[in-house]
Structures are given as C-alpha cells and as structure tokens.
C-alpha cells in the first residue's frame, strides 16, 4: 500500500528556520516524483514545487523559488521542505504528494497524498 | 503563471448534474492534454479525480468525467450525491515544466 507520512505539525517564530518531512513506503521512492502544495488557512490549493529523488531533479513554481528549497534523502525514501527564515505568511498547511512521470522526463498529477502538516508562524 | 480560473461555486440538486470550468492559457490547458481534477472534502487531503483530461483513477466512481476545449477544461458530475459536496480543484501541467492549479470551487448539494 502506497503511503506518504508527514511530520506532525509546528509552530515557529518569525525569521526561525523549519524542516518538515514527507516519508514515502510501499513504492520504490526513485522512481517517482514528491512535490509540495500550500494551503493557506481557507484558501486554495497552490503547486510549490517537485523533486524526483532519483536524479535530484527539482523544479519550483516561480511563486516559491528562493522562497523554499526542496530535498530528497532516498536513502530513508523521504523528501524535505525547507524554510532558512519564516515569515508569518508561511502560516499554511502543506501537503506532500507523489506523482508519476509524464513525457518521459516531467512530472505528472498527484496521486497520493500525505496527511499534511500544519505550520503556524507567530511571534 | 497565473492561477487557472474557477467558479467559485456551483450547486445543483441530487440526482442532477453539475459542470465545473476551468480556463487557462495555450501555455497549459490548451497546450497539454495534461489536466488533472481534485476533489477536497473540508479538513482532508485532494483527492485525484480525473487525470490527463478525461481518465479516472481505478475506485473513482464513473459519475464524475472530464473534457477539454481549447483554453477550457471542464469537470462534469452527473447523478449528484450530497458525498459530492465538495471543493473542486483543476490542474494543469506548464510550459515553465511545473503545474498550476486553479482558484477551486465550492460545490454545494442542494
């Protein structure tokens, strides 16, 4: 059975840093892609980014990048999303999804996904 | 990339049919065969609906399809059921190699 297990949730301060972590099992984790979606609290769904932990191929949405970096350990089949100074605007949950390879080389729609994992970001 | 663009919202009566719209540019919708729907019921993760415009997932009921044409794809529930009352979310792959969603769309069972 596919599963992604996120990190429980977190609540940070302004300008802190933050890893939180998505743990893949039941597939074999390089042979597909993890990507990250925000929530913002009543919001929509937002495509952030993706990484394929095979080759380390990482593609951002222009929205995020700089804002966030994205890694893989496939080691432990779990992919990271990373803040170096958090904003308040940050307060979001975040999801992590797998996706399958489209096209030979790009990633393609979410099928699983993980719990998500709520970041609240307040002084 | 800007978001695609949803409806709002959309309500319809059991055992009617609903239509959900989804409008992009040629660099997305209309130049990929690559749109996926979610399905978002409140406090849980998407849900895959439809992928690459039209196919379902194995376990997706077939009362909900998919269509496409030109900038604008389109999610059609039919048969509604209030365990349809849901958020709506279309996608998109890009030429920029990443994906876009839309804005979402409230679905209200009457």
């Known amino acids: 059975e596919v599963q992604l297990v996120q990190s429980g949730a977190e609540v940070k301060k302004p300008r802190e840093s933050l890893k939180i972590s998505c743990k893949g099992s039941?597939?074999?984790?390089?042979?597909?892609?993890i990507g990250w979606v925000r929530q913002m609290p009543g919001k929509g769904l937002e495509w952030m980014g993706i990484i394929y932990p095979g080759d380390s191929d990482t593609r951002y949405s222009p929205s995020f990048q700089g804002q966030v970096t994205i890694s893989a350990d496939e080691s432990i089949s779990t992919a990271y999303l990373q803040w170096s100074s958090l904003k308040a605007s940050d307060t979001a949950m975040y999801y992590c999804a797998r996706t399958d390879t489209i096209m030979i080389t790009e990633p393609g729609p979410a099928d699983y996904w993980g719990q998500g994992t709520l970041v609240t970001v307040s002084s | 990339q800007s978001a695609l663009t949803q409806p709002a919202s959309v309500s319809g009566s059991p055992g009617h049919s609903i239509t959900i719209s989804c409008t992009g540019t040629?660099?997305?919708?209309?130049?990929?065969?690559?749109v996926s729907w979610y399905q978002q019921h409140p406090g849980k993760a998407p849900k895959l609906m439809i992928y690459?415009?039209?196919n379902r997932p194995s376990g997706v009921s077939n009362r909900f399809s998919g269509s496409k044409s030109g900038n604008t794809a389109s999610l059609t529930i039919s048969g509604l059921q209030a365990e349809d009352e849901a958020d709506y979310y279309c996608s998109s792959y890009t030429s920029s190699s990443t994906w876009v969603f839309g804005g979402g769309t409230k679905l209200t069972v009457l």
């Open positions: 040629s660099s997305d919708v209309g130049g990929y065969n690559y």
């Open positions: 039941g597939y074999s984790f390089t042979s597909y892609w």
């Open positions: 690459e415009v039209s």
